[in-house]
């Protein structure tokens, strides 16, 4: 079974509008990590913003924000005010702190900003 | 320079040809990773170091060959490739050694085109 589901393969936000990427989660642990990571066309991969499955506030990077409601698995990332920028792949991924040498990625949500 | 870097960031080669991907990261960090990205799949880890040592190898062909001589370089030797083997190979750290949630910082990637 996939451990991380990013269901849209793509989405379109206007410029200055917020926007939202799904990404559920399958884990056993009780203490794990989700991180955001945006890939631009260079290939890079950006560390976005980060969540503890113990951390009880949402955490939030700038416009970043993450919506974290664990009874239901799913660490959605919000982009407030979007930017051309920020058209990009963007990736869900979680660490299992029994597995902690894994990074197990989605497949991806590609954003396109546009004017 | 700051962050991870790899070298060269394209190549392209033939089937008998040997080369290799170099890695360095200027974090001060104990963990490295190389991960294998290839179209519409996610990304897959291929080769875990902590404190130089391997910790993990998730049954990777041996036409790869891992090391990592310190803590700030890793290399990926490559040799007799398929054309398969096409992707973008990113390298990534992380701080206190394998373990632990913490976040991996990436490097932007070799492009790699097997002919």
């Given at each position: 079974?996939?451990?991380?589901?990013?269901?849209?393969?793509?989405?379109?936000?206007q410029?200055?509008?917020?926007?939202?990427?799904?990404?559920?989660?399958?884990?056993?642990?009780?203490?794990?990590?989700?991180?955001?990571?945006?890939?631009?066309?260079s290939?890079?991969?950006?560390?976005?913003?980060?969540?503890?499955?113990?951390?009880?506030?949402?955490?939030?990077?700038?416009?970043?924000?993450?919506?974290?409601?664990k009874?239901?698995?799913?660490?959605?990332?919000?982009?407030?005010?979007?930017?051309?920028?920020?058209?990009?792949?963007?990736?869900?991924?979680?660490?299992?702190?029994?597995?902690?040498?894994?990074?197990?990625?989605?497949?991806?949500?590609?954003?396109?900003?546009?004017? | 320079?700051?962050?991870?870097?790899?070298?060269?960031?394209?190549?392209?080669?033939?089937?008998?040809?040997?080369?290799?991907?170099?890695?360095?990261?200027?974090?001060?960090?104990?963990?490295?990773?190389?991960?294998?990205?290839?179209?519409?799949?996610?990304?897959?880890?291929?080769?875990v170091?902590?404190?130089?040592?391997?910790v993990e190898?998730n049954s990777?062909?041996?036409?790869?060959?891992?090391?990592?001589?310190?803590?700030?370089?890793l290399?990926?030797?490559?040799?007799?490739?398929?054309?398969?083997?096409?992707?973008?190979?990113?390298?990534?750290?992380?701080?206190?050694?394998?373990?632990?949630?913490e976040?991996?910082?990436?490097?932007p990637g070799?492009?790699?085109?097997?002919?």
């Amino acid at each position: 079974a996939q451990k991380i589901t990013q269901t849209q393969p793509g989405m379109f936000v206007q410029e200055k509008e917020a926007v939202t990427l799904d990404c559920t989660y399958d884990t056993s642990d009780q203490s794990y990590g989700l991180f955001w990571y945006k890939q631009p066309s260079s290939g890079e991969m950006i560390f976005l913003i980060y969540q503890g499955s113990y951390d009880e506030q949402n955490a939030t990077e700038g416009r970043y924000s993450l919506n974290f409601q664990k009874a239901r698995k799913s660490a959605n990332l919000v982009i407030s005010a979007s930017q051309l920028g920020d058209s990009a792949m963007y990736f869900c991924a979680m660490r299992e702190v029994y597995n902690t040498d894994k990074l197990i990625f989605g497949t991806g949500t590609r954003l396109q900003v546009f004017p | 320079e700051t962050g991870v870097t790899q070298t060269p960031r394209h190549l392209v080669m033939g089937m008998t040809n040997k080369k290799s991907l170099k890695c360095e990261q200027h974090l001060g960090h104990n963990a490295m990773y190389w991960y294998k990205q290839s179209a519409k799949k996610p990304l897959e880890l291929m080769f875990v170091y902590s404190l130089e040592e391997r910790v993990e190898n998730n049954s990777v062909p041996s036409r790869f060959s891992p090391e990592c001589p310190n803590s700030s370089h890793l290399f990926l030797h490559l040799h007799t490739l398929q054309p398969e083997d096409s992707a973008l190979y990113l390298c990534a750290s992380s701080p206190g050694g394998a373990g632990g949630l913490e976040t991996q910082y990436f490097g932007p990637g070799t492009r790699l085109l097997v002919l």
